[in-house]
Nanobody, 133 residues
Framework: QVHFQESGGGTVQVGGSLRLSCEGS????????KGWFRQGPGKEREGVAF???????SYVDSVKGRFTISKNPTEYILYLQMDNLQPEDTAMYYC???????????????????????????WGQGTQVAVYS
């Protein structure tokens, strides 16, 4: 069984920054891709940033250049640095882990295609982020 605990959420002004953390435990944790997902008011849950076991990252267009996903594998901690936050970033943020989705792309030369994502099998409880103008 895999368990996650997110922290670091809060309320910030437009243009501000937050750093989310997710501490994981459980035997499969070190063997699958991980990611950050969010669900805003009245919206469906969406993935925003993903990282595989080799440290390769992928982001959705709406957060590229503003969010950075990273991990500390020796301590089973996943991070999401969020800069230049906007009101549309307001959401409950979850960390998750699961299987890589190539989204109709192909692995070439051992490299994942652009736009790959991580389909989660395991979820955390979430941490709330609110951005006000």
């Amino acid at each position: 069984q895999v368990h996650f605990q997110e922290s670091g959420g809060g309320t910030v002004q437009v243009g501000g920054s937050l750093r989310l953390s997710c501490e994981g435990s459980g035997s499969p944790y070190s063997t699958i891709c991980k990611g950050w997902f969010r669900q805003g008011p009245g919206k469906e849950r969406e993935g925003v940033a993903f990282i595989d076991n080799d440290g390769t990252t992928s982001y959705v267009d709406s957060v590229k250049g503003r969010f950075t996903i990273s991990k500390n594998p020796t301590e089973y901690i996943l991070y999401l640095q969020m800069d230049n936050l906007q009101p549309e970033d307001t959401a409950m943020y979850y960390c998750g882990a699961g299987r890589i989705n190539l989204n109709n792309g192909r692995v070439v030369g051992g490299r994942l295609p652009r736009g790959w994502t991580c389909d989660p099998t395991y979820w955390g409880q979430g941490t709330q982020v609110a951005v006000y103008s």
